[in-house]
């Protein structure tokens, strides 16, 4: 089957003519090989740059590659400059054959734009209007049509900590409520450690803007500030009370925290230099590249209550819009082998995440990946980030603000007004 409903017909070569052929080809002295169809040939553009991420795209490659296809691996250091370069080569008229996104509302201009294969054959063939979060499908779905295969569920807030870097701070048991995180971050600074590994980027202010929005305000509040942006919410007490408690926050991290990428703050962890990190599930895979196992040697916590909110977002494969027989037969072959269980699971336990298929055999994950598994069987507890609400515009005006707000000495209530004015439209 074709991505698109596209048939693709082998021409058949005679027992006769591929004998007059071979006694044409042995008369000029040329070799004669076997004939049979080209391998499905794959380039593919991601970000998967990081220690534990490159492991776990190894195993995409290597399952492509036993599917009998060629897999041309083309990765771009960063988000940002990966979905650049896709969507020029796509406007270009030079697409790969298939590319990472995440699962928000990155590629939705390109979908309206009609510059991607669907891929309703395999949606219907594996009920994912049935079996697949409504965060997601949310995303990866455009009127009726599926455009994105997705990978796994990341869990974007995260709280990580070092239980080397506990025991020097006497910090016998996990925090379960803000005021214990607090308090364990001040038993932290106490002992000459780095409370909070945190990297200075806009982006990882944003995560940890939204971890306290959730553990703080809620399902309820979370969605009246990012899916309504409901503007008397946001100019709340409730939500100052959040805005201050981010802010808060910037008195645990160390002066190199400006610029630092995310894997080198948990690397802090690692080492147990630093006690916190709040980040995706993506940081387990630097934990388990560097040999490290969850309860033994750190702690991960999926909210400080029992029911804060899975913030939920992911990497998915989307397919650049083509009318040739030889692409489309390689990106059915890629479609086919990411939305594998088996393979969904392999490449979960290298990166931190969790399958998106929740019938994959989980027993081979770890007991981070179990919370998580557990948590996203509840679909009240099922939220997407913020940019699965948010158009990227509104996102980034949002996360300008915060990233001023964290790096300069702002009045929180002028904050929220520049929150409210940048979500109102």
């Not at 309206?112 to 997601?136: F, T």
């Not at 802010?247 to 703050?265: C, F, H, I, L, T």
């Amino acid at each position: 089957m074709a991505l698109n409903g596209d048939t693709m017909v082998t021409p058949r070569i005679t027992a006769a003519a591929r004998a007059r052929l071979c006694a044409a080809a042995y008369a000029l002295g040329l070799a004669v090989v076997p004939a049979q169809a080209a391998a499905p040939k794959a380039e593919v553009i991601h970000w998967w740059t990081s220690g534990g991420e490159s492991s776990a795209v190894k195993q995409v490659a290597q399952a492509y590659r036993a599917a009998g296809g060629v897999w041309i691996d083309s990765a771009i250091a960063g988000g940002d400059q990966s979905r650049a370069v896709t969507i020029n080569r796509i406007i270009g008229g030079n697409p790969p054959t298939a590319a990472q996104f995440n699962t928000s509302k990155q590629f939705t201009d390109v979908i309206e734009q009609d510059m991607l294969n669907n891929v309703d054959l395999v949606a219907k063939a594996q009920d994912w209007d049935r079996i697949l979060p409504e965060p997601l499908i949310d995303v990866i779905k455009h009127d009726g049509h599926y455009y994105a295969v997705p990978l796994n569920i990341h869990m974007q807030t995260w709280i990580w900590y070092s239980k080397a870097a506990f025991r020097k701070a006497g910090i016998d048991k996990e925090p379960a409520s803000i005021p214990e995180l607090f308090a364990a971050l001040d038993k932290l600074k106490a002992a000459g450690l780095v409370p909070l590994a945190h990297g200075g980027q806009s982006w990882q202010e944003t995560v940890l803007f939204s971890a306290l929005l959730a553990n703080i305000g809620g399902r309820e509040l979370y969605l009246k500030v990012i899916r309504d942006r409901d503007q008397a919410t946001i100019l709340s007490p409730q939500f100052r009370t959040v805005l201050l408690a981010f802010k808060r926050m910037k008195s645990y991290v160390d002066p190199g925290s400006p610029g630092r990428n995310w894997n080198d703050a948990t690397a802090m962890l690692i080492a147990g230099r630093a006690g916190f990190q709040v980040m995706g599930d993506w940081a387990k895979g630097e934990f388990t590249n560097a040999g490290q196992l969850p309860g033994q040697h750190y702690g991960c916590i999926p909210g400080l209550k029992a029911d804060t909110p899975y913030l939920m977002q992911g990497d998915v494969f989307v397919f650049p819009r083509t009318n040739k027989a030889d692409a489309i037969k390689a990106q059915q072959l890629l479609a086919n082998v990411v939305s594998q269980p088996g393979l969904q699971v392999a490449f979960s336990k290298l990166k931190g995440s969790i399958p998106v298929r929740l019938d994959a055999d989980a027993s081979q994950l770890d007991l981070c990946a179990q919370k998580g598994i557990e948590i996203v069987k509840d679909r009240s507890r099922q939220l997407g980030v913020t940019e699965v609400y948010l158009t990227p515009d509104q996102n980034g005006a949002m996360q300008d603000i915060l990233t001023a707000y964290w790096n300069m000495d702002m009045n929180v209530d002028r904050v929220q007004r520049s929150i409210a004015n940048a979500l109102k439209y």
